[in-house]
Every structure is written in structure tokens, then in C-alpha cells.
């Protein structure tokens, strides 16, 4: 059939707004490709130095990028290959704890399990610690006075500082606990104690004071509680722990074994000290035979290397005529456990706190950054007001007995002497 022109016309306007199907037409739109999701592909890290002298610290700061290269937001895991080295925090603050090397790592979660950046420190020895002499952290917000015995006297909670660049601890921000009471006075026991052990033995036992208030930071605590997030606390708490670490180092060089005790003072009705073997009431409420059947309450002490040496049995070291609660109360302080107050029987009492589980030698140290069954030994002391911290008379007369009271038990029971020969 022949189509009229005006037909043909109509035609080739019809033909024209059809597309080209074939695959060799340039008239289809562009295919734009997807869009990815960002994911993370590389971490790194940086660090003002690769080289720290035992107890300094370091912030590391870590950058995750993308597949295209572009920073991007992730949570970051820090891990140290070598936690006796150089520990890190949950936010890269990394602090040198004894000579050696360790590689710091962050970590993030990715597509295919996950990537990591990491960076090389070297800890060196520490500058020498002249025994007497006081060393301050940052801010002056932890103090150690270096010592030479083989004693190491914490005192966590009697700090009075108060800086407004630290916020107040609170339950909400500390994960549901902020204890905020400052114990009294004792800073100012633990350093009559090392004045008057030094008048009797010449020696002196080395001392860590946390000068901030409780309520910036409790250095008795796990981190999380501890510092309750801040970075400046944080680093106040590693600082802790690093000195803490320094004077045990040095004990144990100089002598091989040592002794701690983490200093508290109570407000209980009972005056008496508290002597916290990491042992709960209900254990030390147990009769001598029921503490000495089994291996657990002893492997569970702060004591536990000292009482595998001693040839007495446990209970005794507990509460026994050569105990350290009872050689207190023979000496004018009443203690327990002691042979005169030898349970708890329901009272109020504290058994030792995260400072003796981790630098004692108990079940829980090596988990906490310490040893388990090494050579320091210790106890949480809850020392009572009226009669120990109320004045200074009390407090020198309360280091004056404890001088003699160490000096006896750990010679006693772990051949551990304190005066010169």
C-alpha cells in the first residue's frame, strides 16, 4: 500500500521518539554507579614519642580511614602486645611500666572482621630515684616519695585537690557507683610512718599519696570507676599505678621480696583497724580448721606468698599470737582479725579494695596488671579515727608501732628483715 506524504511525515516523528535498543546506541541515559557505604580500610596511629622512661606517659591519637581515603568516625580498641611493658587505655593513653619494647595497636570493626594501625614504643630504664626525695606527677596530682625499704604505704583517698578541669564523679558517669568521702588525714599518717620507720631503721619505706580529691578521682577503683571517663583522671590514675609499679620494682631489686599496705580510714562505731586480706566477713566468721582445709581462701589473699613461706598454718597468720592484727593490739591498737577479735560476727568491715588485689600477691593480681603469688605481699588497712588519725601525737605513735610491728611479723614469717643487722 503507498503512503501519502503527509503519512511518511507522521511516520518518521514516530520513528524518531522510539529508543535505540541496540547496544551500540549513544542515546541511552549513563548508568551512575553505587554508591558505597563508608567502611573502614586503614588506622593510624600517632604518638609524640616512640621512646618513654618507665612511669612517663604518652597519648596516642588514632585516624581511621575509609575506601576512598577519607576520615572517617569509628570506635577504636587499643591493645598493648606487652602489658608488663606499657599499658594503654581505653582512650590511647599509654603509660611505660618497666624497660622493654611493646607495640601498641587500634583496632576497629570492619566489613571482613576487622583492621588495626599500630606503633612501636621502646621503655627505657627510669631515671634514678633518690630514696627521700619527692616526684610528682602532672599537676602535682600524684606525689611519690621515693624509698629504700622494702615497703611500699599507699595512700589513695586523702587528697584535697579540687580542679574545676575535672567534673565531680558522679553514679551516672562512673557506671552506677561514686563513693566521694575523703578518708581524713590519712596523706599526713603515711608520711609520719615513713618519717618515723626511717627514725628507727634508717631506711625509708617509699610512699604514693593521690593529692585529688575523691571526688575527681578514687585511685581505688578499676578505670571505669576510677576516673569515671575523664582523660586529665585517667592519666592521674595511671600515674598512680605507674609509681606504685616503680617502687615495687625497686624493692624487689634491692631485696627481693616486699610488703604493701593500701592506708584507709573508716568511720565505723568500732575503733579499731580493719585489716582487709581480701578474705570477706563470712570467710574470716569460719572456724581455724575450716580456713586451713583448703588451698582457696589462702590463694585468694593479699598474704598468699608470704603464708605458702611461713611454716604456720594460715588461720594463724590471720588471727594468731604472732599476727599482724594481734602484734596491733598487743601494741595498744585493737585490730581485727586478731586473737582478741578474731571474726566479724556481723559488723561493719572492709576486706581490701582493687590496689591490694592488684599490687598484694593474691588470685586477682596478675589479672589486675600485678603477680599473682609473687614476692610483695600486703593489706588494705582501715585505719579508725579516735586514736590513730585524730591528731598528730596519735598519728606518730601509731608509725612508731607500726615500725615495730612490720619488723617483727615479716621477719617472723617470711625471713623478711627490716632493721640493719
Not at 581505653?90 to 587500634?106: K, Y
Not at 599476727?323 to 577479735?341: E, K
Amino acid at each position: 500500500m503507498k503512503m501519502s506524504p503527509r503519512g511518511l511525515r507522521i511516520l518518521r516523528v514516530l520513528l524518531a521518539a522510539l529508543p535505540i535498543a541496540c547496544s551500540g546506541g549513544n542515546s541511552a541515559a549513563p548508568i551512575t554507579p553505587p554508591v558505597l557505604a563508608p567502611a573502614a580500610a586503614t588506622v593510624l596511629v600517632s604518638t609524640g614519642s616512640t621512646s618513654l622512661a618507665v612511669g612517663a606517659t604518652t597519648q596516642l591519637a588514632a585516624v581511621v580511614r575509609d575506601q576512598q581515603g577519607r576520615n572517617m568516625a569509628a570506635a577504636v580498641t587499643w591493645t598493648s602486645s606487652a602489658a608488663t611493658v606499657a599499658t594503654v587505655s581505653m582512650n590511647g593513653l599509654v603509660t611505660a611500666m618497666t624497660a622493654g619494647t611493646a607495640t601498641i595497636s587500634a583496632t576497629v570493626a570492619a566489613a571482613n572482621g576487622s583492621v588495626a594501625g599500630s606503633v612501636g614504643l621502646t621503655v627505657t630504664a627510669p631515671a634514678r630515684y633518690v630514696a627521700g626525695q619527692t616526684y610528682f606527677g602532672r599537676n602535682n596530682y600524684i606525689e611519690y616519695v621515693a624509698g629504700n625499704a622494702p615497703v611500699v604505704l599507699t595512700a589513695p583517698h586523702g587528697g584535697a585537690l579540687t580542679p574545676a578541669s575535672i567534673p565531680d564523679r558522679t553514679a551516672a558517669a562512673c557506671g552506677g557507683i561514686a563513693t566521694t568521702v575523703t578518708d581524713a588525714n590519712t596523706a599526713d599518717l603515711v608520711r609520719v610512718m615513713q618519717q618515723r620507720f626511717f627514725a628507727k631503721f634508717g631506711t625509708y619505706p617509699h610512699i604514693i599519696i593521690s593529692n585529688l580529691s575523691r571526688r575527681k578521682l578514687d585511685p581505688n577503683r578499676l578505670p571505669a570507676e576510677a576516673a569515671c571517663g575523664n582523660p586529665e583522671a585517667a592519666t592521674a590514675l595511671a600515674e598512680w599505678q605507674a609509681f606504685i609499679d616503680i617502687a615495687k620494682g625497686a624493692v624487689l631489686q634491692a631485696s627481693a621480696k616486699g610488703w604493701y599496705m593500701d592506708m584507709h580510714g573508716h568511720g565505723h562505731a568500732l575503733q579499731r583497724l580493719e585489716l582487709g586480706y581480701l578474705l570477706t566477713g563470712t570467710d574470716l566468721d569460719r572456724t581455724d580448721a575450716a580456713l586451713d582445709a583448703v588451698a582457696s581462701f589462702e590463694n585468694a589473699s593479699g598474704i598468699r606468698t608470704l603464708s605458702q613461706f611461713s611454716p604456720l598454718g594460715f588461720s594463724a597468720l590471720l588471727r594468731g599470737a604472732t599476727s599482724l592484727g594481734t602484734l596491733y593490739a598487743n601494741n595498744g591498737f585493737p585490730a581485727v582479725p586478731s586473737a582478741s577479735d578474731p571474726r566479724i560476727n556481723g559488723t561493719d568491715y572492709f576486706n581490701g579494695g582493687d590496689n591490694t588485689r592488684r599490687h598484694s600477691c593474691g588470685a586477682d593480681a596478675t589479672a589486675l596488671g600485678g603477680t599473682t603469688n609473687g614476692n610483695i605481699c600486703g593489706v588494705q588497712i582501715e585505719a579508725n579515727f579516735t586514736g590513730v588519725r585524730d591528731n598528730a601525737a596519735n598519728r606518730a605513735r601509731f608509725a612508731d608501732v607500726t615500725a615495730l610491728v612490720l619488723e617483727e611479723y615479716l621477719r617472723t614469717h617470711w625471713n623478711l628483715r627490716l632493721a640493719p643487722p
